[in-house]
C-alpha cells in the first residue's frame, strides 16, 4: 500500500467515524466502518485494473480474491457491488483485448 492510499484510508476513517458520531447518523444499510471501506477498496481496485489493463495477469488474481470474498458476503448490498465491479473489469479487460487485437490487425495490413 502507497503512503497516499494509506493517508486515503485514514481520511476515510476518521470522516465515517465523525459522521456516524454526529447526531446519530448512520450510513444507509451499512454497519460500522467496515462495508464502507471494503467498498470503497473494490471501487479503487476496479479503477487500477482498468488503468493498468497491460497488468491484468499480475493484477487478476488479487482483485479477483476481493470480489470472490465480497461475493460471500452475508448483505445483499455488497454482494451486487461484487458483481457489478467484476462486470465493469470484465468488459474493461475484454474491450482491452480487442483493442489490442485490432492493433496488431492494422500493423499487419499496413506491412
Not at 457491488?81 to 487485437?101: E, F, T
Amino acid at each position: 500500500m502507497t503512503s497516499a492510499t494509506s493517508a486515503e484510508v485514514t481520511a476515510l476513517h476518521a470522516c465515517i467515524s465523525s459522521l456516524q458520531a454526529s447526531a446519530g447518523f448512520k450510513l444507509p444499510g451499512m454497519h460500522a466502518s467496515a462495508d464502507f471501506c471494503r467498498l470503497y477498496a473494490l471501487v479503487r481496485m476496479v479503477e487500477v485494473v482498468l488503468t493498468n489493463l497491460q497488468r491484468i495477469d499480475q493484477l487478476w488474481p488479487i482483485f479477483l480474491s476481493h470480489v470472490m470474498e465480497l461475493l460471500g458476503h452475508a448483505k445483499t448490498s455488497i454482494r451486487n457491488a461484487a458483481v457489478d465491479a467484476l462486470a465493469k473489469a470484465v468488459v474493461g479487460a475484454l474491450s482491452h483485448v480487442n483493442a489490442v487485437a485490432d492493433a496488431d490487425t492494422d500493423k499487419v495490413r499496413h506491412l
